[in-house]
C-alpha cells in the first residue's frame, strides 16, 4: 500500500510533470512477467523512472535489482529499499555460486517477475555506457526462455549525477529495444546485449540529441 501511494501521489508527478518524459516504443514493455528489464545506469532517478513505467498489477511485480551492501547498510535505507522500493538485494561479491547469488531474482522471476537489472553494475558517467558486466549471462542461463527488454534512458546523468544531491530538472528520453533471449554462449550473448544498447543509444542520438 505505502508503495502504490509513494508512487501515485509523488514519484510518477515528479516524473511526468517535473523532468518530462519522452517514452519511444512503449508497446514493446511486457503487461506481465516473467521478463527482465536491462537498463543503463546513471542515476539513482534511474530505477524510479522505470519503475514508473508499469501500472497496476504490472507494477506490483516490478522490482529492481540492487545492491545490498549499499542498500541494506541501516535500517532506515533498508526499510524504505525493501518496504517502499521493493528490492532485491544481491551482496556483491566474487563468487562462482551465481546461481546462489541470484536465488532471490529466480525466485522471483518463477513468480512471474518484472526484473529490473543494471548489466553495469554501479552507476557510471552521466550519459555514457560503461562496459557491462556478465553476471547476467549466468543469471539468465538459469531462465534461458525469460525475454530480456534493453532500455536506454537518457537525460537523468544531467537531471542527478552520481555523486550529486542536487535535482535539476532535465528532458528525459527513454528508449525501449525489442525483446532477446539468451544465448548459450556468452560472448555471443554479451555482443547481442552490448549491440542491443548501442543501438537504442544511436536511435537516441539521431533523432534528438
Known amino acids: 500500500m505505502m508503495r502504490n501511494i509513494l508512487f501515485s501521489i509523488l514519484v510518477r508527478p515528479l516524473i511526468l ?13 511486457p503487461a506481465k512477467g516473467p521478463c527482465v528489464i536491462i537498463a543503463n545506469h546513471n ?12 501500472k497496476g498489477r504490472s507494477f506490483s511485480k516490478t522490482r529492481p535489482v540492487a545492491a545490498g551492501d549499499y542498500f541494506m547498510r541501516n535500517k532506515y535505507l533498508k526499510f524504505f ?8 538485494p544481491i551482496h556483491r561479491k566474487i563468487t562462482k555460486d551465481f546461481r546462489g547469488m541470484f536465488e532471490p531474482v529466480l525466485e522471483s522471476l518463477d513468480e512471474d517477475g518484472i526484473i529490473i537489472l543494471f548489466p553495469e553494475g554501479s552507476r557510471g558517467e552521466a550519459e555514457q555506457l560503461s562496459k557491462y558486466k556478465s553476471g547476467i549471462y549466468y543469471l539468465m542461463r538459469e531462465r534461458p526462455d525469460v525475454p530480456i527488454i534493453p532500455v536506454f534512458m537518457h537525460g537523468l546523468g544531467k537531471a542527478l549525477p552520481k555523486g550529486s544531491k542536487v535535482f535539476v530538472p532535465f528532458f528525459v528520453d527513454v ?9 548459450d554462449n556468452r560472448k555471443v550473448f554479451m555482443e547481442t546485449l552490448n549491440c542491443s544498447m548501442d543501438k537504442l543509444q544511436e536511435e537516441g542520438r539521431f533523432r534528438s540529441w
Not at 510533470?17 to 514493455?29: K, W
Not at 542515476?43 to 508499469?54: G, R
Not at 528508449?175 to 544465448?183: A, D, K, Q
Open 43 to 54: 542515476s539513482h532517478l534511474d530505477t524510479l523512472v522505470l519503475m514508473s513505467l508499469f
Open 81 to 88: 529499499s525493501t518496504k517502499v522500493m521493493n528490492i532485491i
Open 17 to 29: 510533470f517535473i523532468l518530462g518524459l519522452n517514452i519511444r516504443h512503449y508497446e514493446r514493455l
Open 175 to 183: 528508449l525501449i529495444g525489442e525483446p532477446f533471449n539468451y544465448t
